[in-house]
C-alpha cells in the first residue's frame, strides 16, 4: 500500500521512533508509516452510526467478590 498523501516523512518518523529508543531505517519507517496510515483510514471510514461503549477505567476488583462483602448473615 502507497499512500502519498502522507503529513509525516519518513524522515520524521525516523526521529520521532529513534527519541523512543526505536531505531529504523528508511524501508521499516515507510512500513510503520503505511500501516499507521491504514490503522487510520479503516477507524475513521467506520461512519456506519453505531456508538461503541469504550469504558474510561476498567476495575480489578471481582464481581462476586463485591456482591458478599455486602451480604448480611
Not at 496510515?37 to 452510526?49: P, V
Amino acid at each position: 500500500m502507497n499512500f502519498t498523501e502522507r503529513k509525516i516523512s519518513v524522515k520524521r518518523a525516523i526521529v520521532v521512533l529513534a527519541k523512543n529508543g526505536i531505531y529504523v531505517d528508511d524501508s521499516e519507517a515507510g512500513i510503520i508509516l503505511d500501516f499507521l496510515y491504514l490503522i487510520s483510514k479503516n477507524y475513521s471510514g467506520n461512519q456506519d452510526g453505531r456508538t461503541y461503549n469504550i469504558p474510561k477505567e476498567t476495575s480489578n476488583k471481582s464481581k462476586s467478590a463485591s456482591k458478599s462483602s455486602n451480604d448480611v448473615f
